[in-house]
């Protein structure tokens, strides 16, 4: 088992900046590969960014990438999420989940643990 705690949202402008952390507890979280999704009213959960267990691969979404960076430190237990150059559309409550496999996916299907998820609102 593994239980995630999701930090760091809030309120910001279009065009700034907020950091999302998620800090793990529970058996080993190297052995995990982390993943970002994010969810909108009336929309489905989608992907955002994922992180291989060691932390040398990364993946994006389109929609975020150039724009948002995930990253994860091993000896903190932690993943985070850097979102710059925020958008209204970017708005929506936030999630980390953890896949047993050395490697991200793309599906929510694909892993077992998550957090209860932050709100992050982008304002016009």
């Known amino acids: 088992q593994v239980q995630l705690v999701e930090s760091g949202g809030g309120l910001v402008q279009a065009g700034g900046s907020l950091s999302l952390s998620c800090t793990a507890s529970g058996r080993t979280f190297s052995s995990y590969a982390m993943g970002w999704f994010r969810q909108a009213p009336g929309k489905e959960r989608e992907f955002v960014a994922g992180i291989t267990r060691s932390g040398d691969s990364t993946n994006y979404a389109n929609s975020v990438k150039g724009r948002f960076s995930i990253s994860r430190d091993n000896a903190k237990n932690a993943v985070f999420l850097q979102m710059n150059s925020l958008k209204p559309e970017d708005t929506a409550v936030y999630y980390c989940?953890?896949?047993?496999?050395?490697?991200?996916?793309?599906?929510?299907?694909?892993?077992?643990?998550w957090g209860q998820g932050t709100q992050v609102t982008v304002s016009s």
């Open positions: 989940a953890a896949r047993s496999s050395r490697w991200s996916s793309t599906s929510s299907y694909d892993y077992g643990y």
